[in-house]
């Protein structure tokens, strides 16, 4: 009959239903998918010059997502607004290649998924979290989250806004 040699120091045993629990665990980690974003979005300028800015993607799991956002500014004239849009990729692909089409027109919010006006506060602080959810299209796909202006408050001159997104899937 065989001798069972004693593991070396340091080594660690485990049995086969750890071993199979410690790889169900790996499996279920890998597909949790989440998104956190914290920049800039340069907004405003010429009414001719507005575009959307773009700010992140995240991929769509087919169950659908959900994310939340909010915003500040330092520099504030006055009481404003901005929007975020959510595209889906081949919509944004559209957006981002047309300058025909303004970030401030009736087109540009027709096509986006999701729109949220945001209030930005005057005395800088950070505005209340906005959430928003992605509906499931039965297959996973791609979008856009994009930020404009079309509150005439801002004036001729491009502005900084911070923003904090997050995003997490609905199986996560």
Known sequence: MPCALPAPRGTVRMSRSSITLLLLFATVISTVEAKLVASAAQLGGPQSERRYDFAAKFGVAPAGASYAVRVK?????????????????SEW???????ALPACSQEGRAIARDV?????????TWSPWLNGSLRSMGQPYIVYFAFNTCDESFG????????????LQFDG
């Open 116 to 124: 949220q006006t945001v209030l930005l506060d005057q005395g800088g």
């Open 73 to 89: 500014m330092r520099e504030i004239p006055s009481p404003s607004n901005i929007e975020l849009n959510v595209f889906a990729e």
């Open 93 to 99: 692909d559209a957006i981002a290649n047309n300058d």
């Open 156 to 167: 001729a001159i491009r502005r900084r806004v911070q923003f904090e997104l997050r995003a």
